[in-house]
């Protein structure tokens, strides 16, 4: 079993805060993820190539395309936001200067 002095050192080096009974619900948990890994570990894979990933020969994403939008729709959309000025959405800033 993982001894309780190692799932501290985890946690540590995690950065996570954790208590006595945090420390064995862990213990059990890694436990099992280890067993686990022992149990995959058993699986015969001779004879399978190795996975090397699907290889993409060019950009999947759909082109970026400005589309005009009728007038009165746009007007209705800002209209509708919580806050707009000069006939544009106002967002809270995401970048503040300090």
């Known amino acids: 079993m993982i001894s309780k002095q190692k799932i501290k050192d985890i946690a540590k080096l995690s950065r996570i805060k954790l208590d006595s009974k945090d ?7 890694i436990e099992k993820i280890i067993d686990y890994i022992e149990e995959i570990k058993e699986v015969n894979t001779k ?39 000069d006939n544009f959405l106002k967002t809270k800033p995401i970048f503040k200067n300090k």
Not at 48 to 69: M, Q, T
């Open 23 to 29: 420390i064995g619900f862990y213990q059990k948990r």
């Open 47 to 85: 004879g399978v190539a190795p996975y090397k990933g699907k290889k993409i020969k060019s950009n999947i994403l759909r082109k970026d395309e400005v589309k005009k939008l009728d007038k009165v729709i746009r007007k209705k959309l800002i209209n509708n936001a919580p806050d707009q000025k």
